[in-house]
């Protein structure tokens, strides 16, 4: 790879690097880059199904199987876990909860969509992950999860990282911003009672291009 | 994301992190990792079209434009240069000149394909691009790479980093084991002349997965 300064090959212990300068979350505003299409290039080829309910000690996070297909290229389903309050901040406003559906390539290229829920109904989906959490052991479930992605996603395209230890960066994000999904206030209670705040803080952009898809 | 350790969001100063754990390039081997298809899945859908050359002090670096398809993801062409003798080393042995052809798409994600040369014949878009090589001033080329792309790619598949700086991680690498390009003793000689070794040091595998396509 080139750079335009004369590297010396015989001090490479030296050489500078720019870890640690594309962290997630971040902040997101609809005036942030340019709008690339009408929708972010997502299409669910096998719905993400959970089976395993596991305490993660700051989160549920479930793990299941399913295939996307990003920018037509397939991902494999690994888990989905829930930050509460939201991590990414949309045009000034923190959600109360955010999803994050974890996708991984053979060689471990990790793509995550996240989906932001808001104070409102009862979530069907949400309570039987509730319903089936136990602190002490994984539990089994079986449950799709094609009521939370929309057919037309739209939102923020972004190169980041994962937003919890090894913080490793190369992480692809598709933020969805136009999924109308909920909790109830019952549900934001027990979630509270259960887990301290998991919100990662809100990370400098630095040099990176954010794409937006259908955001106005 | 989750982990399996108790976080505490206080003391987020404090997370570890694994930057510099995926560094290229890397030793590979026709025994590592599982074959994992006849070929590797790039096409190259509008050839890489060379238009600049410039010095890049430590490399002949020339700028160009074209769009290969990885996974079906097309991802656009930006630059190719040249590492002599080359980075990776594959079954114990090191070529003459490794050739990396940089692609990144729109937020991005680079993605690189190496190719080999070994000492034979003279090359002739390598003697294209020594022709035009002026220390002084970029060039005009106008040269496709049609020659050096294999219609079966055949080789590795690996997540790994620039290798040199800024060493940015997330970089997914295709190399091609199965090209016969060339270049002679007079090129090589020429090289050698203009610039020192230019391959950085083999960098620890770590926990990565390696993907093998038609290498038995």
Known sequence: MGVSLMLNY????????????????????????????P???????????????????????????????FFNRPSAFQQVHFHVPAEHVVDGHQAAMEIHLVH??????????????????NN????RLIDAFDAAAAVPVNLPLTDWLPQTPRGFHYLGSLTTPPLSEGVEWFVITNVAVTLSQDQLDWWQAHFPANNRALQPLNERIVERYGVK
């Open 39 to 69: 929708s972010l290039p997502i299409m669910v080829k096998r719905s993400p199904l959970l089976t395993t309910v596991t305490n993660d000690q700051t989160t549920i996070k479930v793990i299941g199987n399913g295939t996307t297909q």
């Open 124 to 127: 069907q989906p949400l309570q």
């Open 104 to 121: 991984e390539t053979g060689i471990g290229q990790k793509t995550v969509v996240a989906l932001f829920a808001e104070l409102g109904a």
């Open 10 to 37: 015989r001090e490479q212990a030296s050489w500078p690097n720019a870890f640690g300068q594309q962290q997630s979350p971040i902040r997101l505003s609809s005036t942030l880059g340019a709008n690339e299409g």
